[in-house]
């Protein structure tokens, strides 16, 4: 589609024929079209994979007590802890799901789940996970010391455990467990923590970014918070500012943050009379989440552009004393 502007307040060449001055009524002319009141839709609402907000994994320790992070890495030594962990959330594992369940609620039946003092799972797991453990309070000058804020590693039957502030020492006939001698007295006030070795991981999430993670070949998204793994089955990926960017993606789930005065270009999937077709869309200022592999982000653009086009779609903001000469094939 061609497209220029016509200023209505030029003056009309000295050389030009006299004309009819009805024929410059402009609003009479039947071949000028005015502006329709029909809109486009502007959200992911109606699209094939729409959500409400990310499934943010919520932090099952916290980085400012040592304590809770020595505890989870020893109750994560249990293969069966954190597909227990996962069933007792009760958590949705469809679009549908996601979409019916209140995002409050999904982010309370993790915390709840973590929760020391209530969480049924935690208790048993902590338990167990003490039984399986070697390091005791060691007496006197015996032992290893472990600086406050730091942690440290040993191994016992190639499983890692952690101890965390003290003085520790394996009582006689634990003739298995054997410090890591790279790693003693780690700091845990770090982003990051990957131990060499084993499959301890530690990712501090801060305030205003999530976390990108692969769990198993999933893709996962952290949430603000300590998070632990002890599995090796766990790749971290990164970290990101949420205003950093208009848009991010891990895997199928995308986030969008279009700024005030601009629209952002996206290719989305919709259904309509059974068929499903990726057509083109314009999305408002604001936050749009959506759950498929088939979305594209394709920029932004300002809304005050003078033709937006954007696949099928076109915008066209005429300006006041201005027509608009189009060419539509």
């Known amino acids: 589609m061609d ?19 009805s024929l410059l009524d402009f609003a009479n002319l039947k071949f000028i079209e ?5 809109t486009l839709p502007q959200t992911l609402e109606d699209c094939i ?27 994560l030594s249990h293969s069966d802890a954190a597909h227990a962990f996962e069933n007792a959330m009760n958590l949705p594992t469809t679009t ?16 709840s789940v973590y929760d020391p003092t209530i ?29 406050p804020g730091c942690i440290s590693l040993y191994t016992k039957h190639g499983i890692s455990y952690a101890v965390g502030e003290g003085r520790w020492w394996f009582p006689p006939g634990n003739i298995l467990a054997k410090w890591d001698t790279n790693s003693r ?7 990051l923590i990957q131990f060499v070795g084993c499959g301890i991981l530690i990712i501090r999430v801060m305030d205003g970014e999530v976390g990108l993670v692969m769990e198993q070949g999933t893709y996962k998204l952290l949430d603000v918070g ?22 991010f993606s891990h895997g199928p789930w995308h986030y969008l943050n279009i700024p005030r005065g601009k629209f952002a270009k996206v290719w989305t999937e919709v259904e309509k009379n059974g068929s499903v077709s990726l057509v083109p869309r314009l ?38 004393g201005h027509v608009a000469r189009v060419f539509h094939d």
Not at 119 to 147: C, E, M, N, Q, W
Not at 185 to 191: A, E, F, G, M, S
Not at 283 to 310: C, R, W, Y
């Open 119 to 147: 969480s049924d799972v935690y208790k048993k797991f902590l338990a167990l996970s003490k039984k399986s453990t070697s390091h005791k309070r060691a007496p006197l000058t015996f032992g290893k010391i472990v600086k």
């Open 283 to 320: 999305l408002k200022e604001g936050d749009h989440f959506i759950n498929s592999t088939q979305f594209k982000f394709a920029g932004t653009v300002p809304v005050a552009t003078m033709n937006i086009a954007h696949g099928s779609v076109n915008i066209l903001n005429v300006s006041k």
């Open 96 to 111: 549908e799901g996601l979409i019916r369940m209140p995002l409050d609620m999904y982010k309370q039946n993790q915390l």
């Open 185 to 191: 007295n780690i700091p845990l006030d770090q982003d």
């Open 3 to 21: 497209l220029n502007l016509i200023d209505l307040k030029d003056p009309p060449s000295p050389y030009a024929e006299a004309v009819d001055d």
């Open 34 to 38: 005015k502006p329709n009141s029909r």
């Open 226 to 247: 300590c998070h632990v793994y002890n599995s090796g089955t766990v790749k971290f990926i990164t970290r990101i500012t949420y205003s950093a960017r208009e848009h």
């Open 49 to 75: 994979g729409y959500i409400r907000g990310l499934p943010l994994k919520q932090p099952n320790a916290d980085q400012k007590n040592p304590k809770t992070v020595v505890d989870m890495i020893n109750i």
